[in-house]
């Protein structure tokens, strides 16, 4: 009788990994656009799968299994968001200096905005409609818009309008009725509207996107702010979250590097590609002492057809491991 019982739990754990396996990716993203952190994602996704686990033998399947686990993942989502403030990035809290060479304000207290690479938000599949579609849901700029919001207004605007739940699904989800998700959806569009530009405004990349990229690499590994700020249009924004200080234009972002990055010859700096959010992303590393390139600050950058028009460059090496990138290179 318990070999039995054994062999019913085991065929049971193996229905549930196959069938929820596929949503793990989705799941994460979604657990990412609530709360803005990938390592806060990760740790809920990971409660999420654990309670269907459990709750698995109950699930009646009067909803499909992906509107199951969204719906845990949301529950989960929005208990953690009701002890976290938003996370920002530095563009949210203030305008740009127009002192580059001033003292830079750092708040390693605040809860920043984080990157989320491709891979684990499931942008590495070869399926080019839905590459699509997930990297314009997990831009940088969407994702730091979206904290704006209150989030019992960020779960239904990403359950409606990025996952496509219909209203019935999403009222299920949140416990609630259906004029209740409509008020919820439509006071989220607005809001967002007023912090995030026009769909049609948002520029395409530009088609030579590799050699601008390619010369974005070699103006850091050679120290030459020239070349660097050539690259970037003139209304480019540059920001480095743990400090709140950022700048706007080509001008000002060539003198904030000039000023505060600690390089000092050709070979100092080291870029290794990798892509986040959807968006071409660098691991940068700096050279010590001892001659080895280390782990410094990760670049995320948005092109236009005019060059680069924003730089985020995160200075938590922590993310270098979840972009699969080493903490110190091989020498070169």
Known sequence: ???????????????????????????????????????????????????????????????????????????????????RGRRPLPTGLGGPTSTPEGELADRPELPWLEPLPDTLAGLDTNDPGAVVTARETVR??????????????RAVLILRDVLRFSAAEVARTLDTSVPAVNSLLQRA?????????????????????????????????????GALTELFTAEAAFEMPPFATWVRGAEHIGRLVATHC???????????????????????????????HRAFGLHVLELSPEGVSHCTVFFDTTLFPLFALPEVLPRR
């Open 189 to 225: 569009r607005a809001q967002l509207g007023r912090v995030t530009p026009d769909e049609d405004s948002v520029p395409e990349p530009r088609s030579d996107q590799r050699e601008l990229l390619d010369r974005y690499v070699a103006a850091f590994e050679a120290y030459d702010i």
């Open 140 to 153: 940088l700029a969407l994702v730091a818009a979206l904290q704006y919001l209150q989030p019992r207004q």
């Open 1 to 83: 009788m318990t070999a039995v019982v054994e062999h019913v739990i085991g065929t049971t754990d193996q229905d549930f990994e196959r069938l929820a396996a596929p949503y793990r990716g989705e799941l994460y993203a979604h657990c990412y656009r609530m709360l803005g952190s990938v390592h806060d994602a990760e740790d809920l996704v990971q409660e999420t799968y654990l309670r269907a686990w459990k709750g698995y033998d109950r699930f009646e399947g009067r909803s499909s299994l992906r509107t199951w686990l969204h719906r845990i993942a949301t529950t989960a989502c929005l208990t953690a968001l009701e002890r």
């Open 262 to 292: 600690p390089a000092q010859a050709p070979g100092d700096l080291a870029m290794v590609p990798t892509s986040a959010n959807g968006q071409p992303a660098f691991g940068m590393y700096l050279r010590a002492q001892d001659g080895t």
